[in-house]
């Protein structure tokens, strides 16, 4: 069986163990994630596009990896051309190599070359007619890992959409993008990169491919960490899941409603509290004189406050001022009797006081 044969087997046997795996053992884990999403729709086409995705690359990691003659051949580094030529030529039907397979044959006469053919792959000596120099082949060789991170942040996008339950982790997604991008641009640019003159020697890492693998395997396994593994964001508390019968909420959204529940519980308590206490400081004496005492303080602060010249000078250059210095009332005592009035209309405490009867109106 010839190489390519063996990689079209193995990916057809890599595919059906994740179809299998996809639809029959995944969906039962117990730490898969299952969340709901709004619409439901949204999940189970999500799931078919990260399916999609992992086959694409699988795809690309079994059967369009990284062209590399030496790893092919398996020849060192420091062979000469002439002898590359001679076995390529023994292997093929052909009595000559094809115009990009000679392109690279007359390039790896350089040293400079070969270290440019491990930094930056075999397509870019085989394609790029007009390089000649590092700057032109990192210029040529950028566009397609870039391209491919953009890609790949756009699938992010996609699995974090809003009502995914997942818009929270976006950022680490596009994060880890982001931090892999750099690691590989700056890796690939810096690395030190020896070739071996004695034949015997095994070769060194081939860094483009080596660097390819590893990003074909971060597009592998971060939209699958995103979309089953990371924990789905709080569904919002509103008035209709918490007046929703038992039983017909997500089982994740169940926790998220006791708390929600003692949080009112606690704010009626207090809320009784403190209309039982006003009540109580009226009926006793002591503690009304003290009250009245202590808001006629209050309020002669508040008049010390508001007839200061300064005060107001300063409100008024800051937009905020409580008049216009002319006798009309200013944007700040608009702002509050216009407050007070709609806590008046909102507050309804019995059916005898509606919003209909008029409403107080405040000295502030």
Known sequence: ??????????????????????????????????????????????????????????????????????????????????????????????????????????????????????????????????????????????????????????????????????????????????????????????????????????????WHDTLTLLRHLLFLFLPLIIHFFLGPSPIPITQTTLLAPPGTLPPEQTPEIPPAIRTLQSMITKLQLLRLSRGAIQRQPELRTAAGEYWAAERDEGEWVRTDEAVQKTARDMKMGYDKGNGEVGPLRENARAAVSNLFRGFVPSPFWSSSQPIPQSDT
């Open 1 to 206: 069986m010839t190489e390519a044969g063996a990689s079209l087997v193995v990916f057809l046997v890599t595919s059906s163990i994740t179809l299998l795996s996809w639809f029959l053992f995944f969906p039962k884990l117990p730490f898969v994630n299952r969340s709901t999403t709004n619409p439901p729709i949204l999940r189970k086409g999500i799931s078919v596009l990260v399916l999609a995705h992992t086959l694409f690359i699988l795809y690309r990691i079994i059967i369009l990896p990284p062209p590399n003659i030496f790893t092919r051949l398996r020849l060192p580094l420091g062979i000469p051309a002439d002898s590359i030529r001679s076995l390529l030529l023994q292997v093929s039907d052909d009595t000559e190599l094809p115009r990009p397979i000679e392109n690279v044959l007359k390039r790896l006469g350089s040293f400079e070359m070969r270290t440019l053919y491990i930094r930056f792959g075999h397509d870019a000596l085989a394609t790029c007619e007009y390089c000649s120099v590092y700057t032109d082949f990192a210029l040529y060789a950028l566009p397609g890992p870039l391209l491919a991170y953009l890609r790949e942040a756009t699938l992010v996008g996609f699995i974090t959409v809003k009502g995914s339950r997942l818009e929270h982790h976006r950022t680490f997604g596009i994060g880890a993008l982001v931090a892999a991008g750099a690691a590989e641009c700056y890796w690939i640019s810096s690395v030190a990169i020896t070739i071996p003159r004695d034949t015997q020697i095994p070769n060194g890492i081939m």
